[in-house]
């Protein structure tokens, strides 16, 4: 299984590839980043490409060849609010990742009408198409937008930037499945980013900012041991993540119910941080 993961030199992203490379039913592992991935140069991994890209707001043939049967995409890119202004924000947060969707869905393996208009063209390159490449054809393609905590899609006068983004940035990738089901986005909010335990990304984990270092510090412990609720630890939430880029939990998503699941029109999913942890059997042992 081919997977593309963003987002790879920070926290959330780190503990997604260190999870797919552990895993060794992913074949082919997709990095598209804008500078040399530490972690991934560590691990000298076969299975391993990363694509220098420096405009995430455009993908060329060139690109989206490389990728061509990749079947999902953990998309872990983003930045804190407090580090850019807020039009950068929105182009990070929201456009970048609708950029990259839209891209997505011209993948052959999507097999989608806007990629093929023309009925006897589309025929034409049915007839010429291997056995092997006939047989990959119309496989869905899970593409897994991390949100975070706070998102919503009701946003008031006072909601901050990071959760009216965010929630609109949902909705939007929300409405791309609805229109192309083949197209199968959801999204995943986790809480407290918990790696404390997680030493096998610990040394490519950007260094965080002062006051996020002093916030973690403080923070950290009170939620690890009093407010299991809040955790995300980010060992199982790598994994969880990519299990969603392969379609593992679609049945168990489809089913999901408040307050650990909100379902939208078209089959777009949001996982709240209760639903992974439920999911992944934290509930009780953190």
Not at 143 to 169: D, H, I, N, W
Not at 210 to 232: C, D, Q
């Amino acid at each position: 299984m081919h997977l593309i993961l963003t987002g790879a030199t920070g926290l959330v992203g780190s503990a997604v590839l260190d999870a797919m490379i552990k895993m060794t039913d992913v074949t082919k592992i997709s990095i598209i980043s804008r500078r040399p991935v530490q972690m991934a140069e560590a691990v000298n991994d076969p299975r391993v490409n990363v694509i220098i890209h420096k405009d995430f707001s455009h993908y060329d043939s060139e690109l989206l060849n490389k990728v061509r049967d990749a079947t999902g995409c953990v998309w872990a890119l983003g930045i804190s609010q407090s580090q850019v202004s807020k039009e950068e924000y929105v182009v990070i947060t929201k456009d970048y990742a609708l950029a990259a969707a839209k891209a997505f869905q011209t993948l052959p393996s999507l097999n989608l009408p806007e990629t093929s208009p023309n009925p006897s063209s589309q025929q034409t390159a049915l007839s010429n198409t291997s056995p092997a490449t006939s047989s990959s054809a119309q496989k869905p393609f899970n593409f897994v937008y991390v949100s975070g905590l706070g998102a919503t899609f009701q946003p008031g006068p006072f909601t901050a930037t990071y959760s009216r983004v965010k929630g609109e940035t949902e909705l939007l990738l929300a409405e791309m499945r609805r229109q192309h089901p083949l197209f199968r986005a959801s999204t995943m909010r986790p809480a407290y980013i918990n790696y404390a335990a997680h030493d096998a990304i610990k040394p490519f984990v950007p260094k965080r900012p002062f006051l996020t270092r002093t916030m973690e510090s403080l923070v950290g412990p009170v939620i690890s041991l009093g407010i299991s609720s809040m955790n995300s630890p980010t060992g199982p939430l790598g994994r969880f993540l990519t299990e969603m880029a392969m379609g593992r939990w679609d049945g168990e998503l489809a089913k999901g119910k408040a307050p650990g699941f909100e379902q939208l029109e078209g089959g777009f999913t949001v996982v709240n941080n209760v639903g992974f942890r439920e999911l992944k059997g934290l509930v009780l042992n953190g």
